[in-house]
Nanobody
C-alpha cells in the first residue's frame, strides 16, 4: 500500500519559515512527479509547486521567489522550503504524487500551516 506522509507544518509568524517534508512508502519514488497543493478555508485546492522526475520545478506566481521545492530520490522524500511566509499562505498543504505513464496518483493526508500576522 502506497502512503504519502507529510510533516513540518505548524504555526509561524509572518516573515518566518517552515520546511515541509513528504515521505513516500510502498512504491518506487523516482518515476513520480511530486507536487505540493494547498487548500485554504472556503477556497479551492491549488497547486503550489511541482518537481518532475528530472528535477525541473514550477511554482505558483504567489509563491515564486519565496518557496523552493526539492526531492531526494534516495530518501523517497519531497520537500517544500517556505520562506517569508505571509498570512495568506495559511492553508492545509497536501503532498501529491503522479505517475503519468500509468495514470496513477496518490495524496497525503495534509499538514496545517498557519501564518499569524
Amino acid at each position: 500500500q502506497v502512503q504519502l506522509v507529510e510533516s513540518g507544518g505548524g504555526l509561524v509568524q509572518a516573515g518566518g519559515s517552515l520546511r515541509l517534508s513528504c515521505v513516500m512508502s510502498g512504491s518506487f519514488f523516482r518515476p513520480f512527479t511530486m507536487n505540493w497543493y494547498r487548500q485554504a478555508p472556503g477556497k479551492q485546492r491549488e497547486l503550489v509547486a511541482a518537481i518532475t522526475t528530472g528535477g525541473s520545478s514550477n511554482y505558483a506566481d504567489s509563491v515564486k521567489g519565496r518557496f523552493t521545492i526539492s526531492r531526494d530520490n534516495a530518501k523517497a522524500t519531497v520537500y517544500l522550503q517556505m520562506n517569508v511566509l505571509k498570512p495568506e499562505d495559511t492553508a492545509v498543504y497536501y503532498c501529491n504524487a503522479v505517475y503519468f505513464v500509468a495514470g496513477i496518483t496518490y495524496w497525503g493526508q495534509g499538514t496545517q500551516v498557519t501564518v499569524s500576522s
